[in-house]
């Protein structure tokens, strides 16, 4: 081990943040004094060995709550936890020990975990006298993490310790690299005496890694002091430092991890920069997430749905995922997915257009488009692809019509005719792909798989079917506003068939549900004997009894004979009411049935898979899984899907039942986030969730329905029975600002709406005949009427509507 020259290290710029910044009694002020007002979530202390995020658009860092890394994930098989700064992985974490009195104490079990919007803490007490406080963040738009460990003194004398941190370097490539040949080699440290840190590369690849503190070392060395277990090709690099915490007293040590897939110099560059400005990175990234509160900002009765939508926001913007070379967008989900996917996409977008950023939907957007241009040249949609820009699915069937229905929807929010000019083109060449390719019978029907990847399934699916009916109806609205009014024509004929096709072949009334998929007497057969078998192996014995009678039925039927067959109970049956177009009665038989294949948390994926326990069973969903997998899941999307499904037709009060079972799952596990697989399964984070809340919140509950491009938001509010008293601030349409009150006492509602521009219409609804009269600014009105809706078309900043029943 080599000791250090201390005079050569005063003369470093690098340790002159402040004065006396090289004293080893005197530190840096901590971090944390930016977060001591800011919401926090603690952990449970049984699920301290579970995965934590630090999360940031270009790089992240995946460990467990205790503060340890051990090998997590699939896709790149225990890879897939550590710190990435995509395309590539930088390392698979550190490891700290401190030594009192000749004691040397590993750091490998925090005794507490804190969750913030944007940064999170890991606690360590009692040591020797200390505790020791690790607190991390990711700075926006840098390849580096900031560490801190706060050295608390809780004795009346000072204590002197060395302190001993530890880089593990794994400096891989990313899932599918190897299809952009991406090979990955051994890694080699070398000490950088200027920084007094530690530089890690890969052989033969231009990718590195940097570490190191704002403090000179006591020493360093390669030697391994803590058990850390790492399976990759990586090295490793120690620093070592003396520290006196004074009495009563706190000594900070702020880490810095940069990194680069491209040189050197830029890995330096970003160490230095934010080694020097953590402090303003730290305080910048706050103010970043206090706008993120306040966009479409809820206050309503139910305090934890309003903290768990507060939070799904965040988590949101965890995922967003930059990699220049490639583009911007929001990935799936984490660990196991942090690159970007088609209907992921589409979902995630369709609420961040309400809660989020402009140019984040409009970077997204583009980076779909624009890869699966390049992909497919056809208009299809591309389902999956790594952050090094390998496409691994071409596009399922589902993906082209939601990527349409997704460019309606953006540009009703947003109004940009530029923006839909840009993007129709695709929307044609996708929807003539969509039937020309996929439509064997030439029925406005495509056949292949959508959301359900089972194998088999990929006959005409419901999904497919009720995407491809919004699709149309979205692209004729799309047509009409570029002035292509045959085009818009065929589309709208289209759809309308669609619908009816969808009312009719794909309803099986004995089920009272939609149809699964539309196949063949064979493709049945094919699919109930697997759907035995899977019932069988999962010992849902009431499955099986149904899925064998529902055999014996099939059977009996003539040969050439196709229809509509439930075989699974697939979540996907619900589409027809989350898009509004099941006939009413049929939606209601269909919700009922619906609701059978939930559990306290909420949806099945696959409705066979539910037991006789599923009705109250609360256990953790991750118990007697020894391989990934998502039989027997219950997942958010589902739920989020029957939740707007209930509320399209008429029903908050079960809409309100799903969101508090997802709300159930909020910080189950992970404080602050909402699991992927309810309740504790899969990713712990997950962007879809945000669809999920956003859309039966703000467009259903609070019922703002936008237009930007006639200037126009219609408010048709639909607010569960039990919520007399709500508000939400902050929504933005267009170039609009609106904020709502809704306050009900007993027969009379009062409503406040504010909105930035003035000459904005806002047109007030609510059901024919629910409201006796309606005042306006004090002003009694009369109102417009049409078949189900009484209607008011108003205007100005401030508008106070009193409504009464009588």
């Not at 919401?39 to 467990?64: C, D, F, S, W």
């Not at 080694?275 to 900002?297: G, T």
């Not at 984490?334 to 961040?352: C, R, S, V």
């Not at 208009?379 to 997704?406: C, D, W, Y």
């Amino acid at each position: 081990m080599k000791k250090i020259s201390k005079m050569l290290l005063l003369a470093s710029p690098l340790f002159c943040l402040l004065n006396n910044c090289t004293n080893k009694e005197n530190s840096l002020p901590s971090l944390q004094t930016l977060v001591q007002n800011t919401e926090n979530i603690a952990g449970k202390a049984q699920n301290l060995p579970t995965p934590m995020v630090t999360a940031g658009n270009r790089l992240y860092m995946i460990g467990h709550q205790d503060g340890q890394f051990p090998d997590l994930g699939w896709h790149v098989i225990g890879e897939m936890g550590g710190i990435w700064n995509h395309p590539i992985k930088l390392m698979d974490g550190f490891s700290a020990a401190v030594e009192i009195n000749q004691q040397k104490i590993c750091l490998t079990k925090a005794d507490a975990f804190i969750n913030f919007p944007f940064a999170n803490k890991h606690i360590y007490k009692n040591i020797e006298g200390l505790q020791i406080d690790r607190f991390q963040f990711v700075p926006d738009n840098k390849e580096a993490l900031v560490v801190e460990y706060a050295f608390i003194n809780k004795t009346n004398s000072p204590i002197k310790l060395q302190f001993e941190w530890t880089g593990h370097s794994d400096l891989r490539p990313v899932w599918l690299g190897e299809r952009t040949n991406m090979i990955d080699d051994n890694d080699e440290a070398t000490w950088q005496e200027a920084s007094q840190s530690w530089l890690a590369k890969d052989k033969k690849n231009n990718w590195f890694v940097q570490f190191g503190a704002n403090l000179p070392t006591f020493n360093h060395h390669q030697d391994k002091t803590c058990e850390f277990v790492s399976k990759g090709k990586g090295s490793h690099g120690s620093l070592v430092y003396e520290i006196n915490v004074p009495a009563n007293g706190q000594f900070n040590l702020p880490f810095t991890i940069a990194g680069s897939y491209q040189s050197a110099d830029l890995a330096k560059n970003t160490f230095e920069d934010v080694q020097k400005n953590a402090f303003s990175y730290l305080e910048s990234k706050k103010k970043r997430y206090e706008n993120i509160e306040k966009s479409a900002s809820v206050h309503i009765p139910d305090k934890d749905l309003e903290q768990a939508f507060r939070w799904v926001k965040y988590n949101t913007d965890w995922l967003i995922r930059e990699v220049p070379e490639i583009g911007r967008g929001i990935s799936a989900g984490l660990p196991d997915y942090p690159w970007w996917f088609g209907a992921d996409g589409d979902y995630t977008l369709n609420g961040f257009v309400i809660t989020g950023d402009r140019k984040t939907t409009y970077d997204f957007v583009d980076l779909l488009n624009t890869v699966s241009e390049k992909e497919n040249g056809n208009g299809r949609i591309i389902h999956e692809i790594s952050t090094n820009g390998a496409v691994f699915n071409k596009g399922n069937l589902n993906e082209m019509p939601q990527f349409v229905s997704m460019i309606a929807e953006i540009y009703q929010w947003t109004g940009e005719k530029a923006f839909l000019q840009k993007y129709f083109p695709t929307v044609k060449k996708g929807l003539n792909w969509l039937l020309a390719e996929n439509d064997k019978d030439k029925n406005l029907l495509p056949d292949g798989f959508g959301m359900m990847e089972i194998h088999g399934m990929s006959s005409e699916m419901i999904d497919v079917a009720v995407y491809t009916q919004k699709a149309f109806a979205d692209a004729s609205y799309m047509a009409e506003e570029l002035g292509e009014k045959e085009l818009a024509k065929t589309y709208k004929n289209n759809a309308e068939i669609l619908k009816n096709k969808i009312n009719t072949d794909f309803w099986v009334a004995e089920s009272e549900s939609y149809a699964d998929f539309i196949g063949t007497k064979e493709d049945a057969l094919h699919l109930i004997d697997a759907a035995i078998i899977r019932a069988d192996t999962l010992k849902k014995k009431w499955a099986v009894e149904e899925l064998k009678l529902a055999k014996i039925n099939v059977m009996k039927l003539p040969k050439n004979t196709k229809k509509g067959f439930v075989m699974h109970h697939n979540w996907v049956v619900n589409t027809p009411m989350e898009t509004g177009i099941a006939d009413p009665e049929k939606a209601k038989l269909a919700l009922k049935t619906a609701n059978k294949f939930t559990n306290p948390f909420g949806v099945f994926v696959t409705g066979i898979d539910r037991d006789e326990s599923a009705g109250n069973d609360e256990s953790s969903s991750i118990l007697n899984r020894k391989v990934f997998s998502y039989t027997g899941a219950v997942m958010t999307l589902p739920t989020g899907v029957l939740t707007i499904g209930e509320n399209n037709y008429g029903n908050p009060d079960s809409a309100l039942d799903y969101l508090k079972r997802m709300t159930k799952t909020f910080s189950y596990v992970l404080p602050g986030s909402i699991y992927e697989v309810s309740p504790d399964y899969g990713m712990v984070v997950q962007a879809w969730n945000l669809y999920s809340f956003a859309v039966p919140i703000i467009k259903q509950f609070f019922g703002v329905r936008p237009n930007a491009p006639q200037k126009t938001v219609r408010i048709q509010p639909q607010m569960p029975t039990n919520w007399n008293t709500a508000s939400v601030e902050q929504i933005t349409v267009g170039n609009n600002m609106l904020s709502m009150n809704y306050e009900k006492t007993g027969e009379i509602l009062k409503l406040n709406i504010n909105q930035s521009q003035s000459e904005w219409k806002i047109v007030l609804s609510f059901p024919k005949g629910k409201f006796a009269s309606w005042k306006v600014n004090g002003l009694k009105v009369e109102t417009k009427s049409n078949d189900f809706f009484d209607f008011v078309e108003l205007e100005g900043k401030k508008i106070e509507i009193e409504l009464q029943t009588k």
